[in-house]
Structures are given as structure tokens and as C-alpha cells.
């Protein structure tokens, strides 16, 4: 059985460039709630952060794009999942996942952030912060998620100092032992 593999963490924290490595090194397929949420910010021709705020106030574009996510994982055995709660919808949904967090610290993702967006340190922090206030809010008012618990992660990695061809490592070791196990 090949094990779903969700991918988490905060603006900046390396998920995607994670889930690039993990993609080139199995071949499995991708999907990405946060270029979904950005696409429907696109299509309704809103900025990410005002979308997000509209998000904040009509619980149905999460559950929308919550939906669609489950639904793709149902339809793609051994995808890789990315998205900040993709790891609880698995959880929720009992899903069979390598769930996964990925850390990294406030002005190591500030950096990315900055430097994908071209923003100064300060503005990416001060976005980075913005970001993470809204999003905290919609997961505690709709779904109940504190994004700061852990224990339904089945790992949790740190990308401060470590690559992201070695977390890639790290990721499909660990579900090469839980395949095993099932």
C-alpha cells in the first residue's frame, strides 16, 4: 500500500521546495493546496492577503479547497500532499499518511518569504506574521486546528540547517518503514 505523504508547515518553512526533492526523488504525484488557494484568490482578482481575510470570513472557501484535497488523495494513492493542514484533513479522514511538519525559524522563513517576494526583512516578517495571524484564526474558528499541536504529526523536521534533499531523505526513509509495517 503506498502511504499518502502530507506535508505542513508555516510561510516559508521549505515545504514546497521539500516537496520538490521528495516528487524528483519518487516519482509520485503532487498537489498543492496553497497554489489552489492562490489560484482562487487569482480568479476572483484579489491579493493572497485579502483573500485570506474573505476566507476568514466565509468558513466555505476552506471547506472548498479542504474538500478538493481529500477528494485528489482519495483518487491518488501515494501522493504528495502540501498544505498547512493537509496533515489534520488525513488525520480527520483517517487517511493512510506519512504525516509531516516541517519548522523553521521566524526570520529563516521571514528570508524566504522576502526573498521569493522581494520584500525587505522587516516587510516579510511583518507579512509573515499577518499571514500566519489570519490563517490561525480560520483553522481555530472552522475547524477547531490549533496549528501550534504537534501530535498528530508522524515527523517533525527542521529545515534551519538541514537541506532540502536530506529532509527529503528523512521523509521517504520514514515511509519506506511504515509501508513496511502495513
Request: with cysteine.
Amino acid at each position: 500500500m503506498a502511504l499518502l505523504i502530507t506535508i505542513s508547515g508555516l510561510p516559508g518553512s521549505g515545504t514546497s521546495t521539500l516537496c520538490k526533492h521528495l516528487i524528483e526523488k519518487s516519482g509520485r504525484p503532487y498537489v498543492n493546496a496553497g497554489q489552489i488557494f492562490r489560484d482562487l484568490a487569482s480568479e476572483q482578482q484579489m491579493s493572497l492577503a485579502d483573500f485570506g481575510k474573505l476566507a476568514e470570513q466565509n468558513d466555505k472557501i476552506d471547506r472548498r479547497l479542504d474538500a478538493r484535497m481529500v477528494e485528489l488523495a482519495l483518487q491518488q494513492p501515494g501522493a504528495v500532499l502540501e498544505g498547512r493542514v493537509t496533515g489534520w484533513m488525513a488525520h480527520r479522514h483517517q487517511l493512510a499518511a506519512l504525516k509531516v511538519w516541517v519548522a523553521a525559524d521566524l526570520r529563516v522563513r521571514a528570508g524566504r518569504v522576502g526573498g521569493r517576494d522581494e520584500q525587505s526583512e522587516q516587510e516579510a516578517i511583518d507579512a509573515v506574521r499577518k499571514r500566519e495571524a489570519s490563517e490561525r484564526t480560520r483553522y481555530a474558528e472552522n475547524y477547531g486546528i490549533d496549528l501550534e499541536q504537534m501530535k498528530i504529526y508522524d515527523l517533525v523536521l527542521n529545515s534551519d540547517d538541514t537541506d532540502a534533499e536530506g529532509l527529503a531523505t528523512q521523509v521517504l526513509d520514514a515511509v519506506l518503514a511504515a509501508e513496511r509495517v502495513l
